[in-house]
């Protein structure tokens, strides 16, 4: 589902803010530092919650780390009190705490909202500042699943700023597939 977003940027986010799925554009705007394939072996899935608190390359990331930190753990708040006893949550939760101080300080306060449609400012290391709206939507048939998909406003310089993310995904992909056909034709 989240490739017929093309080189608009979708994940699939699980319940314990676990990345299960992403295109190519997700990950080059969120964690191209971390493997593509990533999502697909559960013990190294990227966990948004851990990223933003634990992840150097994500606290740089967005211009208001201290929002998208609130935001966090006010999501986190909202999927502990639907799911009390989620013992992968409270573990995440726990580990969190003993990692993070800002987490821990800012889980202390108890802030609990939904954050469902955000337009945030990213700076990102390749393509430079861009301003992105954010909608999240839960998937009815997948218990706590949830879809992001991030866009740019038409003509600005945040969309050109995205496309040129999508273009060089693309063109990495591109080199890496050529790359790997070369690999393969020399050891034959």
Same mark, same amino acid.
């Given at each position: 589902?989240?490739?017929?977003?093309?080189?608009?940027?979708?994940?699939?986010i699980g319940r314990c803010s676990d990345v299960m799925a992403w295109n190519h554009t997700a990950h080059a705007l969120l964690a191209g530092h971390l493997p593509y394939q990533a999502?697909?072996?559960?013990?190294?899935?990227?966990?948004?919650?851990?990223?933003?608190?634990?992840?150097?390359?994500?606290?740089?990331?967005?211009?208001?780390?201290?929002?998208?930190?609130?935001?966090?753990?006010?999501?986190?708040?909202?999927?502990?009190?639907?799911?009390?006893?989620?013992?992968?949550?409270?573990? #995440?939760?726990?580990? &969190?705490?003993?990692? %993070?101080? /800002?987490? *821990?300080?800012?889980? @202390? $306060?108890?802030?609990?909202?939904?954050?469902?449609?955000?337009?945030?400012?990213?700076?990102?290391?390749?393509?430079?500042?861009?301003?992105?709206?954010?909608?999240?939507?839960?998937?009815?048939?997948?218990?706590?699943?949830?879809?992001?998909?991030?866009?740019?406003?038409?003509?600005?310089?945040?969309?050109?700023?995205?496309? #040129?993310?999508?273009? &060089?995904?693309?063109? %990495?992909? /591109?080199? *890496?597939?050529?790359? @790997? $056909?070369?690999?393969?034709?020399?050891?034959?």
């Amino acid at each position: 589902m989240i490739d017929a977003f093309g080189d608009v940027p979708a994940l699939i986010i699980g319940r314990c803010s676990d990345v299960m799925a992403w295109n190519h554009t997700a990950h080059a705007l969120l964690a191209g530092h971390l493997p593509y394939q990533a999502p697909a072996q559960p013990r190294q899935r990227p966990n948004i919650a851990r990223l933003v608190f634990l992840d150097p390359h994500t606290r740089e990331l967005y211009a208001d780390w201290r929002g998208k930190a609130r935001d966090t753990v006010a999501d986190l708040r909202m999927t502990a009190a639907r799911y009390p006893d989620d013992p992968e949550l409270t573990e #995440l939760i726990g580990e &969190l705490t003993l990692n %993070s101080a /800002e987490f *821990a300080s800012l889980w @202390a $306060a108890h802030p609990v909202h939904k954050c469902i449609t955000p337009t945030r400012v990213f700076h990102h290391p390749l393509v430079g500042s861009m301003t992105l709206n954010n909608e999240l939507m839960e998937l009815s048939h997948d218990a706590g699943q949830r879809m992001a998909v991030f866009t740019a406003d038409t003509d600005s310089p945040s969309a050109a700023a995205l496309r #040129l993310l999508a273009d &060089l995904s693309t063109a %990495s992909r /591109e080199q *890496a597939h050529v790359a @790997a $056909a070369d690999a393969n034709g020399s050891s034959r």
